[in-house]
């Protein structure tokens, strides 16, 4: 019978203690997973097997926040990935160190290392690692609020992961959401956080669900519907606790069966030689038993009292918010009489202004008519009357006034009236602008400003040029738009 020499042997145990800190990974147990990774590393000389394990020791320490660490594993993987020319090896090295620059805040770098790794991905054919690049870049530029280039890069990797009902779906799903969410189109927002939602109940993943609840109630939130709001980050939190929960159960389950297995393999042992220590092994899992119940029990205990203050934390903020709207409301109620009380005596101070032209205009006809009679005397007086009543014609008080009154009610009108035009608007197309704001007609405007109906045609005719105004758009309605 052919016996394996001892690098098989080696390869085969290094292969083992690589699944075994896979299986501690997935269990969210890092020490131990360490621990079978370094076991791993010294088994073996194969460098591929090196690559991916220093890459996923890397990874462990990025979940632990050792950047310093992580990407001293990671940069060995990835010379020992260029000296081998081992593709994935390095795509993956360059995925994971723009991972720990993005953490980092070291966003330039974090680009530069994710285009890599998508150069590689795209090389290799790898659709799932070049989503996975594409997700990656789109968040970097989503922290930096380009949200534009962030949705590009998004949906590029939507169009691969569409419709493979994956958690990576999902999550490309929630990041669309996000990125409408911050670019103000809530209700897209909502739709993608929704499709996000379902497949992720699908999946029965928790812990995907709970991330859909909470970006739903961030976008409730921004609609100011409140209740809405409330309602769903409970469900959040409801589905935060169930995956707690689960990774608990999940983790006391993996221990137990471990403990189990290594256990049994000893029992064997001892067997052979002894059954001394029997009663010693029962004890100590019961010990086991005892302390990880217990942690179970404490850990449970302390998340529901957080639970509790944060709701109360919710409920608190509700209230004030509650609180802020009504005064909201009230200011508006204020502001809106406010308003309502200038325009009527604005109307009225406009009607004023037309009727006391028209007044004087006519006294200023009949006296100069009158003026023009031989009697001496009376024409000296006239005279004098008719040039007074010119001269207070000619006053611009009360238009000051009209224009005071007119920016308390439209205070940006005539700023955002210049900004519309690359030509400069003057004095006088700034008043008609006024009056056509206030939807008076040619003549009354003709009456105000003391000209005749005819040349406010052609200066209506000379502002519309200057405006960025279609041909079939009333001038009035274009004037209201500011």
Known sequence: MHSPNSNQLNDSLAYKNYALGNLYVKNHLHAKAIQYYTNAITATTVDTFHINIKNAIGNIYLDLENYPIAEKYINEALILGEKETYESGMANSYLLLGASKEKQGRYLEAIKNQEKALQWYTKMQDKIGVANSKINIGSIYEDLNQFDKAYNYFLEAYAILKNTQTAEECDVLNNLGDVYRK????????????????????????????????????????????????????????????????????????????????????EIKLLKESNKLKKTHQNILIALLIVLLSYSIVARYIFQKKRKAKLKIQQYKEQILKSELEQKQVQQTILERDIKSKTASLSKYSLHLSQKNTMLQEISSNLNHISKRKNIDVHK?????????????????????????????????????????????????????????????????????????????????????????????????FMHNF
């Open 381 to 477: 007086k006239i005279t004098e009357v008719y040039k007074e009543i010119d001269f207070h014609l000619k006053q611009d008080n009360e238009w000051e006034d009209f224009n005071t009154l007119f920016k308390d009610i439209h205070p940006d009108f005539t700023i955002n009236l210049q900004k519309a035009t690359s030509q400069k608007l003057s004095p006088s197309e700034l008043k008609l602008s006024m009056l056509l704001r206030l939807n008076l007609s040619s003549k009354e405007i003709a009456t105000i400003l003391r000209v005749t109906p005819d040349s406010i045609r052609v200066a209506r005719y000379r502002l519309r040029k200057k405006l960025p105004i279609h041909p079939r758009e009333e001038l009035v309605n």
């Open 183 to 266: 670019r103000g189109d809530i209700q897209a927002a909502i739709s993608y956080t929704n499709h996000s939602l379902d497949i992720a109940k699908a999946l029965e993943n928790s812990n995907l669900i709970e991330s859909a609840y909470k970006d739903l109630s961030k976008a409730y939130f921004d609609l100011e519907e409140y209740r809405k709001a409330y309602e769903y980050r409970v469900k959040s939190e409801i589905y935060k606790e169930i995956t707690t929960n689960k990774q608990n159960t999940k983790q006391l389950n993996f221990l137990l069966a471990n403990y189990d297995s290594n256990t049994k393999e000893a």
